[in-house]
């Protein structure tokens, strides 16, 4: 089956850290870019980052810069998310997706269900 | 850094042509991505770069794009349309647009 299961979201504290996955299986994951999404509570989509195929280039969105980490790994069809110094406005579904319009025209027809991410003391 | 801009809501009369707007600096000169997001699910692609439907979604979607606007179109409209619909391009890195509330009358 052709899918994207999130996982490794769940309540941190002001300043804390948190690991994100993203198991993608049914397509040949090395042959597409891949992306981190959000969605804050009754709020609108923001992209977070993305990554090349073959993790050559990695992109973050300026919110993100310098806490966020995207990787990943290839072997294992896995994605991730290393977010640090998390802030309270990081509260938000994340989700994962695969690119589909190649270099320079990224969209997304795959999408995961997502994962809460909830930073609260 | 690329804006765009959508309306908050768009209401259309059941059977009737809903069209979302979409609107940035020379649009025209990118490619111009929707998607339908529904309450508590994951976002659905439903026309990618202008004007070309996916695999599963109806005719009745279709997509422009010309100066400084995109258009989303949804022909007779369905109760099953409602949901939030997103623009999106790619400007060095992926925008998204802030999304239109279709209510369907």
């Known amino acids: 089956e052709v899918q994207l299961v999130e996982s490794g979201g769940g309540l941190v504290q002001p300043g804390g850290s948190l690991r994100l996955s993203c198991a993608a299986s049914?397509?040949?994951?090395?042959?597409?870019?891949m992306t981190w999404v959000r969605q804050a509570p009754g709020k609108g989509l923001e992209w977070v980052s993305g990554?090349?195929?073959?993790?050559?280039?990695?992109y973050e969105a300026d919110s993100v810069k310098g806490r966020f980490t995207i990787s990943r790994d290839n072997s294992k069809d896995t994605l991730y998310l290393q977010m640090n110094s998390l802030r309270a406005e990081d509260t938000a579904v994340y989700y994962c997706?695969?690119?589909?319009?190649?270099?320079?025209?990224?969209?997304?027809?795959?999408w995961g269900r997502g994962t809460l991410v909830t930073v609260s003391s | 850094s690329y804006e765009l801009t959508q309306p908050l809501s768009v209401s259309v009369a059941l059977g009737q042509t809903a069209r979302i707007t979409c609107g940035g600096n020379?649009?025209?000169?990118?490619?111009v991505h929707w998607y339908q997001q529904k309450p508590g699910q994951a976002p659905v692609v439903v026309i990618y770069?202008?004007?070309n439907r996916p695999s599963g979604i109806p005719e009745r979607f279709s997509g422009s794009n010309s100066g400084n606007t995109a258009t989303l179109t949804i022909s007779r409209a369905q109760a099953g349309d409602e949901a939030v619909y997103y623009c999106?391009?790619?400007?060095?890195?992926?925008?998204f647009g802030g999304g239109t509330e279709l209510t369907v009358l």
């Open positions: 990554i090349s195929s073959s993790a050559g280039h990695t």
């Open positions: 020379d649009i025209v000169t990118k490619n």
């Open positions: 999106q391009v790619w400007d060095t890195i992926v925008v």
């Open positions: 997706a695969k690119d589909n319009g190649g270099s320079g025209d990224w969209y997304f027809d795959l």
């Open positions: 049914g397509f040949t994951f090395n042959n597409h870019a």
């Open positions: 770069r202008d004007d």
